[in-house]
């Protein structure tokens, strides 16, 4: 079966940087992009960005380039959101997620809790 | 911020029918395909329509999508407990590159 399974909760200080890891099995890993979504504490949800794991290119919504970098490891099936120079409005959880069709998310992970706090 | 529109809550008994509005434009709605996410307290959302209308595997008849023009909808009928949820809608936004959520709406069943 398909699964996204995600790192686990992070707590930082403000300037540190973090690695969230996405861990992709039950499917042709090459096929399917893999985009980013964060959530503040008690908002909606907010598109990062996403990878194309054939290419290995990654396309990022305004707001989300510089500190935000996707990468990924094809022999490991798993892609990466790195985060640096943190700050406390990053605090969210995060969450990596399969694209079937153009922002039609069929699978989640199960999200990585990120608390950026000195 | 959202390009999305969306009512912050809608309410109804159970086993009523509810629906949800998702306002946009002719670069996100109007020209592309809309989703619809479920979101449980607590839990990662889940895909409850796509292309505008088709439901995946396992959601079941009661939930379903339409769009026209720059808005879409979701419905629900023979409304449960289960249901209380947030939902959202989403898109693709070709002037902004990027894909886009709406404002996210509470359900509740009285």
């Known amino acids: 079966q398909v699964q996204l399974v995600q790192s686990g909760s992070e707590l930082k200080k403000p300037g540190a940087s973090v690695k969230v890891s996405c861990k992709a099995s039950g499917y042709t890993f090459n096929v399917y992009s893999i985009n980013w979504v964060r959530q503040a504490p008690g908002q909606g949800l907010e598109w990062i960005g996403y990878?194309?794991?054939?290419?290995?290119?990654?396309t990022y919504a305004q707001g989300f380039t510089g500190r935000f970098v996707f990468s990924l490891d094809s022999s490991v099936t798993t892609i990466y959101l790195q985060i640096s120079s943190l700050e406390a409005e990053d605090t969210a959880v995060y969450y990596c997620a399969r694209d079937r069709h153009t922002i039609a998310f069929d699978y989640w992970g199960q999200g990585t809790l990120l608390t950026v706090s000195s | 911020q959202s390009v999305l529109t969306q009512p912050p809550s809608v309410s109804a008994a159970p086993g009523q029918k509810v629906t949800i509005s998702c306002s946009g434009s002719?670069?996100?709605?109007?020209?592309?395909?809309v989703s619809w996410y479920q979101q449980l307290p607590g839990t990662a959302p889940k895909l409850l329509i796509h292309e505008n209308t088709k439901r995946p595997s396992g959601i079941p008849d009661r939930i379903s999508g339409s769009k026209s023009g720059t808005s879409a909808t979701l419905g629900i009928t023979g409304l449960q407990t289960g249901d209380e949820a947030d939902y959202y809608c989403?898109?693709?936004?070709?002037?902004?590159?990027?894909?886009?959520f709406g404002t996210g709406t509470r359900v509740t069943v009285l």
């Open positions: 990878i194309n794991p054939n290419t290995g290119n990654p």
């Open positions: 002719n670069s996100n709605i109007g020209n592309n395909y």
């Open positions: 989403g898109a693709w936004d070709t002037s902004l590159s990027a894909g886009v």
